[in-house]
């Protein structure tokens, strides 16, 4: 399926960025603390990326598992259907996501647009902070859509429920 290689390149993607945006965060953090503590010397920019990292990890992260379907869920009521129903539920359930999903995006992407100014310290523009939100929230709804589709594909087929995306190597 064309949706699904497109969601394993953007898994590979995603996983690079969610590495990236900790790893800086990380030495960031550490190279404030250490100066402060060693030199009496504090960097000023230290929280701005900081918190940029964080808003990456925050929201392009909750994409990543969705994806991986990592986030709390309660099947007790599910569990105990027919194994065909069950099935079917699941893809109702999954579609019932789209329209929360697509109204994130939507309010995402006008955030994004009204977002002016800059940041106080780097003076960076003001939309880098809000970048992550859109783009997690565009990438909520296309992995809702794949999972939609891979939900029914297993009911028509009668297969085994999707349970987990394979996780992208490096990822854990």
């Known amino acids: 399926m064309f949706l699904e290689k497109v969601a394993k390149i953007a898994d590979r993607v995603i996983t690079w960025w969610i590495v990236t945006a900790l790893t800086v965060m990380v030495v960031t953090i550490i190279s404030d603390v250490t100066l402060r503590e060693t030199f009496g010397y504090s960097l000023t920019w230290n929280l701005e990326v900081a918190q940029s990292c964080l808003i990456n990890l925050t929201y392009v992260g909750a994409a990543l598992a969705f994806r991986l379907r990592a986030h709390i869920s309660i099947s007790t009521v599910s569990a105990r259907l027919p194994v065909k129903v069950e099935r079917w539920v699941d893809v109702v359930a999954r579609i019932l996501v789209l329209p929360f999903l697509g109204i994130l995006v ?27 939100i859109s783009i997690g929230s565009i990438l909520l709804c296309f992995y809702g859509v794949v999972q939609v589709l891979e939900a029914i594909e297993a ?15 490096g990822a854990i």
């Open 106 to 132: 939507y309010s995402g992407l006008q955030i994004l647009q009204n977002a002016r100014g800059v940041t106080p310290t780097l003076r960076l523009p003001i939309w880098m902070y809000y970048f992550p």
């Open 155 to 169: 009911a028509r087929s009668g297969g085994k429920p999707v349970e987990k995306a394979e996780v992208p190597k």
